[in-house]
């Protein structure tokens, strides 16, 4: 079992650190551990921001774990070459099509919400957000129009086979849930859209018993604080779901609590290839203080050890020991806490 480690920029190797210690703890045989460079660090040493080596060590894996990639110094960098390339590069390379994120209240933990206790109790939904098209990888560039200034410009654009993929992804994943399919777009004004839900219905109909409904984005956001607990799973496009996401974030607790797997239809001699990562970014406000959760990082090496090693029962045994640690009190800032980020990850450890 071969995982590469790529800790990257800012709170990255803070919160890797301790996703590294609970790994370690498991001591599962034959399983060996690279590192690797990725983002602002990278470009750093080698001049770019995802170099060959991090790319090709990523392939020969079963799975990587990525901490975070972004430094405000690299800002004025052209594009090619920001941090924040190494994660785009590595999904696109690897196919990472499927990305889900799972947001889900802790027991007893209502409090750390945003939201009203009552309306966080019940989060339980899973995010699947198309990781590899959209405006994200659509053609860009800069020209000037004619009264001489200067005009930004990203392609929108979906092709029906890739809103396939993915719809099969989330009812997929609706059929061994509450069978319920949210797709998220902006269907009354994008062209994008519309070939999303028809897309979208289309593939409804080989699930007969998940039931299909639509929503438009801008009350999605709406429904996401006003009735959480009518979501189950949502599948919307990349750029939707990156934003939607930070937002159930909020909901549960805190950015710090979301994991994420990034997969692609690559299966390993264990499971499915994938990429783990924590949903948030650097932290450039908090990082070397010893701030950072580590909890969504912990989090995503469980999900890791789930789909990519098929150890479901160390996966939920990670799961436990963080949500025991948070209902013990260990909280880092973000939560309203005291403890550093070492501190969390030692509770971790102690009740694995
Ligand atoms: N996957 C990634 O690596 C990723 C994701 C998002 C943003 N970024 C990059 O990160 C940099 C900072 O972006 P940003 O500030 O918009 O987003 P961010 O997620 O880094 O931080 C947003 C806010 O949440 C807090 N926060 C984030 N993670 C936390 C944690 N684990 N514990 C406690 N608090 C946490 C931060 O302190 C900050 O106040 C940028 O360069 C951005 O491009 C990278
Ligand atoms: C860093 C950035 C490219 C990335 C994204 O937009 O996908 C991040 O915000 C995320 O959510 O993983
Ligand atoms: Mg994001």
Redesign the pocket.
């Known amino acids: 079992m071969k995982i590469a480690i790529f800790p990257g920029d800012g709170i990255g190797p803070e919160v890797v650190e301790q996703a590294r210690r609970v790994l370690a703890a498991l001591s599962l045989p034959g399983l060996k551990l690279f590192e690797g460079d990725v983002g602002a660090c990278a470009y750093r040493r080698h001049g770019h921001p995802l170099p060959a080596e991090t790319l090709q060590m990523a392939k020969a894996a079963d799975a990587v774990l990525l901490g975070a990639?972004?430094d405000p110094e690299c800002d004025g960098l052209v594009r090619e070459l920001r941090p924040?390339q190494a994660?785009?590069g590595l999904r696109k390379e690897l196919e990472l099509f499927a990305n889900l994120r799972p947001a889900k209240s802790f027991p007893n933990l209502e409090h750390l919400s945003a939201l009203k206790p009552d309306i966080a109790r019940s989060i339980d939904c899973l995010i699947v957000r198309e990781?590899t098209g959209d405006v994200?990888f659509g053609e860009k560039g800069r020209d000037r129009n004619a009264s001489g200034d200067v005009v930004g410009w990203d392609r929108m654009a979906y092709d029906a086979s890739e809103v396939r993929r993915i719809a099969h992804i989330a009812f997929d994943a609706a059929r061994g849930r509450k069978r319920r399919v949210l797709s998220v777009d902006k269907a009354n004004v994008l062209e994008t859209s519309r070939v999303w839900r028809e897309t979208m219905i289309e593939v409804a109909e080989d699930y007969p018993k998940v039931t299909l409904a639509h929503m438009y984005v801008d009350n999605a956001a709406m429904q996401l604080v006003r009735d959480p607990a009518a979501i189950d799973v949502l599948v919307t496009g990349?750029l939707f779901g990156?934003i939607l996401?930070?937002q159930a974030s909020a909901c549960v607790g805190s950015i710090g609590l979301m994991a994420?797997a990034s997969l692609g239809a690559r299966k390993t001699e264990f499971g499915t290839f994938g990429l783990y990562?924590p949903?948030h970014?650097s932290a450039p406000d908090i990082a070397g203080q010893g701030l950072a959760n580590p909890s969504a990082t912990i989090l995503s090496l469980a999900m890791l050890l789930r789909h990519s090693l098929g150890l479901e029962s160390e996966a939920s045994r990670i799961e436990a020991a963080v949500e025991e640690t948070l209902n013990a009190g260990v909280l880092t800032r973000d939560l309203g806490g005291e403890a550093s980020t070492r501190e969390v990850g030692d509770a971790v450890l102690a009740r694995l």
């Open positions: 990639v972004g924040e994660i785009l990781l994200y990349n990156d996401s930070d994420s990562e949903i970014g």
